[in-house]
Each structure stands twice: as C-alpha cells, then as structure tokens.
C-alpha cells in the first residue's frame, strides 16, 4: 500500500515542478519525473504475492510467475519517454539560442 | 581531454561493447534484447567521441553514415514481418524458423534476428542524438 | 482475416525511412514517392470503405488465435466507422504533401520534412485502426512526436516557442492516458477493447469507475482541444507550416482526440447519464467560447484556428446528446440522428477547414504577411484563391446548398426533437456569429480597395497548390450530396449503428 502511495506523491512533486518553476531545463526534468512515477505504477500493478522473475528455466518446472505483460509495456513506454525528452532538449537549445534566455518568463513573444 | 581518460577509454570501451553485443544476442534467454542492449553499444560509442573529441568534419561525416545505417536497420525489420506475409500464410510477425529447444542459443524462430536489427537501429539513433546536440553547438556563431 | 488491415501502417512507415535513404542521393526524388504513397494509401482506403458497410473485419497480429473464447494477441479492426476517418486521414494527407511540393522551397532540409510526414500520417492511421488499448497509446506517441518536430520546422521565434508550449501539455495529457490505462487493467487484467466491456459487464465499482473515465477524458480532451484544455492549440495552429495546419487541424484533432473518445465512450465503457451530462456541457463550451475568442482577431491563422475549437463543440455537443438519449433510454432514433449529424459534420469539417488553411498558405506565399490590416483587393490578382476561399467561407458558416448547411441543420434539428431547446438556439447563435467572422475575413482580405501594396506583383500561386485547391473545394461542393437516403446508408449508417448498438462490437470480435 505504502509504494502506490509513493508512485502518486511522485507525480504530484513531478507536476509542481513543472507547474513553478522557471528555467527550462527545470521543466524538462520534472516532466521525466512525473513519467517516471507512471512506470513504477505499471510495474507495481502486475505483483502477485509468491511469485518470482518470470524466466523459465528448464531445471525448476513449475512455479507461481509474476505477470511479464506490464513489464513489457514499460519497457516500451521508457524508450517513448527517452524520445520525448530528447525532442523536447532539441527545442530548448534552439530556444536558448535565438532569446538568449532560459527564463520563461521572457518567452513570451505569442499573446493573445 | 587528459591522457589519464584516454587511456582508461581505450582500456574499457572494448569491452562495454562486447557486453552490450551480449545482452542483445541472449535477448530471448534472459532480460535485455533489443532495446538495453542498444543503449549499452551506443554508451560505448559515445564514451569514445567525449574521451576524443573531433573536428566539426569527422562529425558530420560520422552523422551522415550512422543515419544510413539506422534506415537500413529499420528498413530490414520491416522487410523480415513482410516476410512472415509471403512464406507464410498472410500473417505479419509470424514466427516461420524452426524453433528449437528452450534455453538453446539459436533457437525461438526469428527473435534473435528482430533483437539483432533493433538494436543496431535503437544504437545508432541515440549517437545521432548525441552527435547532432555536439554539431549543433560547433557550428555556433562565436 | 483481412489482409488489407497492416498495409495502412507498415506503407507509410516504411517509406519515411526509404525517403532518408534516397534524399541523399537523389535530389528531388523524395516529393515524388511521398506523394505516390499517399495516393496509393487513399485508393486503398477509398475501397475499403465501399466493401466494409455492416461487417466488421479484425486482424490479428502474429496469428495467435483466442484460447477459451479469450483474446491474446494484438488485434486490429476495421468497421463502419473507422473506414470514414481512414479516407479523411489519407485524402486530406495527400493533397497537403501534394501542396507542400512548391510551399517548401523556402524551407531548406525538404526530405526531412517528407520522412516526418509519412511517420505522422502512419502513426495516425495505426491509432484509428488498432482494437487494443496500449497499441492506441504507442502510436499517438509516435504521431505526436513527428507533429511536435513539424510545428517547429521553420526555426523561427514564434514556431519554438508554440511548439515548446504544445510539447508540455500534449506530454501532460499522455502521462494521463497511460495512468488511466493502468487503472483499467489492474481491474480488468486485459487489454482489448472488447474484453474490457465483457469484464464491465460483470460488475464495476462506480466510484473506480468514474475516476478512470475522467482521467481518460481529460487525456484525450486535451489532445482534442476541448474547453478546458485548449490552452496550445491557437499558438501551434498558428506558427506551423501552412500544409502541417492543414493537417493538424483538419485531420489531426479528429482522428487523435474525437475518434478515440467516442470509440471508448461508445464501445467500451457503459454509457452512463453523468458522463454524458458532462461532455454536452464541454461541447456547449467550446462552441460558445471559441467563436467568442474567434472574433477579435486580426491574424488569420489564429482566427481559424479559433473557429476549429468551436466547429468541434458542434461534434461533441451532438454526440453528447445522443449519449444522454441512449442512457435515458428513451428516443432510438433521435439518438440515431443526432450521432449522424456529429460524425457529418466531422467529415464536413475536415474538407472545409483544411481548405481553409491551404488557402492561408497561399495569401502568405504571395503577399508575405498574416495581419489582415496589411493586405487587401486580393480578389483580382488571385482569382482560384479568391473563388475557393469564397466556398470554404460559405460551407463553414452554413449557408445553403454548401455542406456545413446540412449537417448543422441535421443537429439542430436533433435538439429540438429531443427538447434541448436552449442547446439549439446556441447553435444557432454561434453559426450567426461565425458568418460575421468569415464575413469580416473576406471582406479584408480579398475585396477591400486598398492601395498598400500595388507596388508590389502579386501573381497567383504556383500549379501544385492550386490543383489541391480547387480539388478540395469540389469535395466541399459534392459532400453536400451525402444527406441523400442512398448515399448516406452506405457511408453514414453503419457508422452510426456500430456506435450505437451496444452489443455488436463485442460479440462479433469476441466471436471469431
């Protein structure tokens, strides 16, 4: 009980950074934290109480596994995560180089 | 860089790569496969550019051949569930090898093929990344 | 087994990395296989459509056929509906690339721009056709990285910054899909979309219940640009290139946002009157508020992009009535009706407001500027731009014999029919605002005498982008032809009875 508490705290440390502070970079990391929380979520719903790392070995037959199928698909959603922060660091260079700030405040060139 | 890291660099990138060739050969055995084993050989390739350094034209030459070698990576994955269409019967991703015996290393039909290619594409994905942020930092106006 | 199902996205896929193979040896040959690919995906396309009327064909991915009447595997489906947004995302996608074959000369890494594209328009295809919730989740992800890459094409101070904004909220909303759909299985353990409604059926906890529908609802909504949420969409609508708008705000919002929430909210939760109460309520929203912000505005990119938060209210606005009627029970064929007059007025939509912006593109290319206090008496020197914009502007503010006259004619006639009186009378509130607003456009754009720029040669655009012109405003003129009785049962019905019926879905996917 207590590490799904966790994985929601997390998240909720993840989106006030991105919500107060002001250098970007700063923003580019909370959002990795915040999706870093959503993965231990994943891994933590497919837990069975007794079950082990689900490798067959052909000595030990049979056991209790645990469920592979969430850990695949955090294993998926990791590499989605490393291409939307690499996108998002492409931006903030070219940002850095054409307003000569990494201030958000000063970005603001869009109104209305 | 100092010659303390150099010589360090030329003493284990050798082997940072052959672990990383292990892990996505036995991808079918034990946990890895494609997508860790990739980021570990682009580790090593990336250890070898910051240790070195480079010219702006070394790296632009290096940036144009790796982007061939990713499309023609992604391109042969494609081709191989194609396959599974034509030998098959209309399926994509069939598995038509003959599958061995479980814990053998050639065995499980076309896996090992799939962890092959992925991890050559996912490898030389993450060094352009890498090499296109250094590029675009030597090209900067002084 | 239909073997037509995969091509949709292993074409394009496959041929953006073919286009960064070839950009480098050959020099204009990327255009060319972009454009052929495209066309070949909107023929195919245009056939399933006419095969697929009531059956519903799956595709299960490696052959892994069902243990015990249980699905494993992956699983692709093409019905009804489907088959509808497939033929926009394609044609709609093919006449942008053929657009962009002279717009992107100011551009200078062009095949860049091509491989980008084809990921986008494969990404796309796979969200709308795949039967299983994670595969939906992996190729949004996909199609919203490329469009993230596209906003930002032209590096220039505005593009950076709309496509930095659009980048934090559209990440937001995909970690809230992913919480929701790890809420769904630790209830359910599956993933497939049919299976999910069979395990509901069984029992649901309804304070569960309800969190996940709202987390699925903020997600997607904010892909979809709903009230709330539609915060990005005026800055990166309007920074993009001109054929990127197109498709973003033609195709992208329809096939990403609105398709996946009226496929879960149809097929795969049970349609409860509090959600439903909900969504007519954003809908009413976005309607009203968008025309409002819409008509201030002196850039006509940001115009238009305003005027696409407000034609999507129409859409949710419509479906939620009959999502209220269907809970109620009440009323089969007003609900009917009503969901025929949201998916209309989504297609119309798409060919009118993609029209739109081809037709912004083209006044910037030649006069260089996007104030509308800066140009004017275009309508002499630009004579196609000026005729197609002219029917855009009429089909959307609903002015017969155009088709965004019938399909607003065919909601308001639905809530009136079923006593949402006030509903009705905002509809036609906002269609009379709208009227003024494109009024006002084309009135400065196009016929205003001004003397600013007669120094300057104002020629008309280039061949390519003309052609993609006039063929979209002749869809506009023809799509009018869809309220006709036999036209519409085979395109519109079956679309509508697959949302509908509540069973369908689920014991034909379940059954092969």
Redesign the interface.
């Known amino acids: 009980m207590i590490a799904y508490i966790m994985c929601f705290v997390l998240f909720l440390v993840g989106f006030y950074g991105v919500i107060t502070r002001r250098n970007l970079i700063k923003i580019a990391v909370s959002m990795s934290i915040m999706e870093i929380s959503t993965f231990l979520f994943f891994a933590l719903v497919g837990y069975i109480d007794g079950g082990v790392a689900p490798i067959v070995d052909p000595a030990d037959p049979v056991k209790i596994y645990v469920d592979p199928l969430p850990q695949a698909l955090v294993l998926t959603a990791i590499v989605i995560g490393l291409a939307t922060t690499a996108m998002m660091m492409a931006v903030i260079i070219r940002l850095y180089r054409k307003y000569g700030t990494f201030d958000i405040r000063e970005i603001k060139n869009l109104r209305g | 860089m100092t010659i303390i890291v150099k010589k360090t660099t030329q003493l284990i990138a050798g082997m940072v790569f052959m672990y990383g060739i292990y892990v996505i050969v036995h991808g079918h055995l034990t946990p890895g496969g494609g997508f860790a084993g990739g980021v570990v050989i682009a580790g090593s390739f990336i250890l070898v550019t910051l240790a070195y350094g480079g010219d702006f034209l070394k790296l632009v030459r290096e940036e144009s051949g790796t982007t061939i070698v990713e499309s023609f990576a992604t391109i042969l994955v494609i081709m191989i569930a194609v396959s599974g269409f034509l030998f098959g019967t209309k399926i994509f991703f069939n598995n038509f090898l003959p599958k061995g015996i479980v814990g053998h290393l050639v065995s499980a039909g076309v896996l090992p093929l799939y962890n092959i290619f992925v991890g050559t594409e996912v490898a030389a994905s993450i060094f352009i990344i890498f090499l296109s942020l250094i590029i675009f930092k030597e090209e900067s106006p002084k | 087994?239909n073997?037509l199902i995969?091509f949709f996205v292993?074409i394009p896929?496959?041929g953006a990395?073919?286009i960064?193979?070839t950009g480098?040896f050959f020099k204009e040959f990327d255009k060319y296989l972009t454009s052929m690919i495209l066309l070949f995906l909107a023929i195919i396309s245009f056939y399933s459509l006419f095969t697929t009327r009531e059956n519903l064909s799956v595709y299960?991915?490696?052959?892994w056929e069902p243990i015990d009447k249980v699905p494993i595997g992956i699983y692709m489906v093409m019905d009804g509906f489907n088959a509808i947004i497939v033929c926009i995302i394609n044609l709609v996608g093919f006449l942008s690339a053929l657009y962009s074959i002279s717009y992107i000369k100011r551009y200078t890494s062009g095949n860049y721009f091509y491989a980008l594209f084809c990921l986008m328009i494969g990404g796309m295809n796979g969200v709308v056709l795949s039967g299983d919730l994670?595969n939906i989740?992996?190729f949004l992800?996909i199609s919203v990285?490329s469009s993230?890459?596209l906003v930002?094409f032209g590096?220039?101070?505005?593009e950076?910054?709309?496509?930095?904004k659009y980048?934090?909220l559209g990440?937001?909303a995909?970690?809230l899909i992913?919480?929701g759909i790890?809420f769904i299985?630790?209830k359910t353990k599956t993933?497939n979309i049919a299976d999910i409604k069979e395990a509901f059926n069984n029992g649901y906890d309804r304070t569960y219940y309800l969190f996940v529908q709202i987390l699925i609802l903020s997600g997607f909504g904010l892909k979809a640009a709903i009230i709330p949420f539609h915060a990005w969409l005026p800055?990166a609508h309007s920074?993009a290139p001109s054929p990127i708008s197109a498709m973003l705000s033609g195709v992208f919002i329809k096939a990403v946002g609105i398709y996946v929430i009226l496929r879960l909210f149809f097929n795969m939760f049970a349609v409860t009157e509090g959600i439903a109460i909900l969504i007519t309520t954003l809908g009413t929203l976005s309607m009203v508020i968008g025309v409002f912000l819409a008509i201030g505005?002196w850039d006509f990119k940001?115009l238009l992009a305003y005027h696409s938060i407000s034609q999507m209210g129409y859409v949710i606005l419509s479906t939620g009535i009959g999502m209220i009627l269907i809970a109620r029970g009440t009323k089969p064929e007003v609900a009917a009706l009503a969901i025929t007059g949201g998916i209309f007025h989504l297609i119309n939509h798409a060919a009118f407001k993609g029209l739109l912006f081809l037709n912004a593109g083209a006044i910037e290319y030649s006069t260089g500027t996007r104030n509308l206090k800066e140009m004017g008496g275009l309508a002499r020197s630009m004579p196609v731009t000026s005729a197609t914009s002219f029917i855009a502007s009429m089909s959307i503010s609903g002015i017969p014999p155009f088709n965004g006259f019938f399909s607003k004619l065919i909601i308001i006639i639905a809530a009136i029919m079923a006593r949402f009186y006030l509903l009705a009378a905002l509809a036609v509130i906002v269609s009379i605002i709208t009227l003024a607003s494109f009024l006002k456009f084309q009135r400065y754009a196009f016929y205003n005498k001004s003397d600013i720029n007669t120094n300057q040669q104002i020629k008309e655009v280039p061949f390519p982008m003309v052609f993609s012109m006039v063929v979209l405003s002749i869809i506009c003129v023809l799509l009018s032809l869809l309220v006709i009785p036999d036209i519409r049962d085979t395109v519109l019905t079956p679309a509508v009875n697959i949302l509908t019926d509540q069973l369908k879905y689920t014991t034909t996917i379940i059954g092969q």
């Open positions: 087994m073997p995969p292993v896929l496959a990395f073919l960064m193979i480098r299960k991915v490696g052959g994670f989740f992996v992800e990285i993230y890459a930002a590096v220039e101070k505005s950076l910054e709309a496509s930095f980048q934090v990440g937001l995909s970690f992913l919480f790890g299985y630790w993933l800055d920074s505005q940001r």
